[in-house]
Nanobody
Framework: QVQLVESGGGLVQAGGSLRLSCAAS??????YAWFRQAPGKEREFLAA????????YYADPVKGRFSISRDAAKNMVFLQMNSLKPEDMAAYYC??????????????????WGQGTQVTVSS
C-alpha cells in the first residue's frame, strides 16, 4: 500500500496560481493522478502521470492550464495550476494505481488516495 499526503492548497484570487504537492511513501505504483471534488459534485479526474515513464494525460477542462509532474528522487507528485477560475474551487486529491497512464480515469480505478487539500478561488 502507498500513503499519499497532499499539501499546497489555499486561497487564491481568480487568475492566480497554486502548486499542489503529493508526498508518496510505501510501495510505488505505476500511475499517479490528481482529482478534485466540489461540494455536491462527483470526483473529477484532472491529470495523470506514469511514475517511471513520465507520460502525462490531462482532462480537457484543465488542459493547457494545469501541469502534472513528479520527482522520483523525492517521491513527490505535483500539480501546477495556473489561470485559476472560481469553478476550480474544490478539494483536490492525489491518487495512485497500477497500470499505464491510459488504463482508466475513473476514481474506482485508483487503489490509494490522499486525504485531500482544499483550493479556494475568489472572484
Amino acid at each position: 500500500q502507498v500513503q499519499l499526503v497532499e499539501s499546497g492548497g489555499g486561497l487564491v484570487q481568480a487568475g492566480g496560481s497554486l502548486r499542489l504537492s503529493c508526498a508518496a511513501s510505501g510501495r510505488t505504483f505505476s500511475t499517479y493522478a490528481w482529482f478534485r471534488q466540489a461540494p455536491g459534485k462527483e470526483r473529477e479526474f484532472l491529470a495523470a502521470i506514469g511514475w517511471s515513464t513520465g507520460v502525462t494525460y490531462y482532462a480537457d477542462p484543465v488542459k493547457g492550464r494545469f501541469s502534472i509532474s513528479r520527482d522520483a528522487a523525492k517521491n513527490m507528485v505535483f500539480l501546477q495550476m495556473n489561470s485559476l477560475k472560481p469553478e476550480d474551487m474544490a478539494a483536490y486529491y492525489c491518487a495512485a494505481r497500477r497500470g499505464s497512464v491510459y488504463s482508466g480515469f475513473s476514481p474506482v480505478d485508483f487503489a490509494s488516495w490522499g486525504q485531500g487539500t482544499q483550493v479556494t478561488v475568489s472572484s
